[in-house]
């Protein structure tokens, strides 16, 4: 069992829709992370949040918008996505302040997103 | 070039074998990630380290600063160890650099 929950699972959605993928940890981590993942590729960072602020964005496009709402919770709004989008997106947590990555990583089971 | 290196990429062995997988890597790091991700998705944080050798049950890490090259190792392997093991490095003040990872299958 993993100490990051990630809803929904699996996704599937037009390149009209809005929909919130959703991360929620209580081990009291204060830094948590959204990466993208193709398949046979490892995980491509896209956020980093930092006690609730937005301290990394790796470039990503605005049709991806993340909110911190409270130190558990890490939402990741998605608009107006591409076919290409489609992957395996994780959240991931961890004592670290800052982006500094010396703690280890706890991450979720990945929300499997499809876009047609 | 990449960053970070591992072999083999893929590995399949028999059950009860002792297993390797390398890791090499050309930067200068604070610590050297080992994870492990099964088909459904999930990645688990195996190890964590900057110096020397872990264990923790069946797996052993090792890591050589001065030759930039870590090892993960898996006793009386399982299949239930089949999953695709990903070395991550990181430095100060900067990003997770993954490596490719290796995919593991062990066959009973």
């Not at chain 1, 193709?38 to 918008?65: C, D, G, H, Q, T």
């Not at chain 2, 074998?17 to 604070?30: A, D, L, M, Q, R």
């Amino acid at each position: 069992d993993t100490e990051v929950t990630q809803t929904p699972k699996h996704l599937v959605m037009g390149m009209t829709n809005k929909k919130s993928l959703k991360c929620e940890q209580h081990m009291g981590h204060r830094a948590m992370y959204w990466y993208k993942q193709k398949a046979k590729k490892p995980p491509e960072l896209m956020f980093v949040y930092s006690y609730e602020k937005l301290s990394i964005n790796e470039s990503v496009p605005s049709r991806f918008s993340p909110e911190c709402p409270n130190s558990s919770l890490l939402n990741l709004h998605l608009h107006a996505l591409q076919p290409e989008d489609s992957a395996l997106y994780l959240c991931a947590s961890s004592h670290s302040k800052g982006a500094s990555y010396n703690s280890p990583l706890h991450f979720g089971n990945g929300t499997r997103l499809t876009v047609t | 070039k990449n960053e970070v290196e591992q072999s083999p990429q893929n590995l399949t062995a028999q059950e009860g074998e002792f297993i390797t997988i390398n890791c090499s890597y050309s930067v200068g790091i604070s610590a050297l990630h080992w994870l492990q991700q099964h088909p459904g998705g999930g990645i688990v944080s195996l190890f964590m380290l900057s110096s020397g050798k872990k264990k923790h049950g069946r797996l052993i890490a090792t890591i050589n600063i001065q030759e930039k090259h870590s090892s993960l190792h898996i006793t009386a392997s399982h299949p239930r160890d089949s999953a695709v093991y990903i070395c991550a490095v990181s430095s100060s003040g900067s990003r997770l650099t993954f490596g490719e990872g290796t995919q593991l299958t062990v066959n009973p």
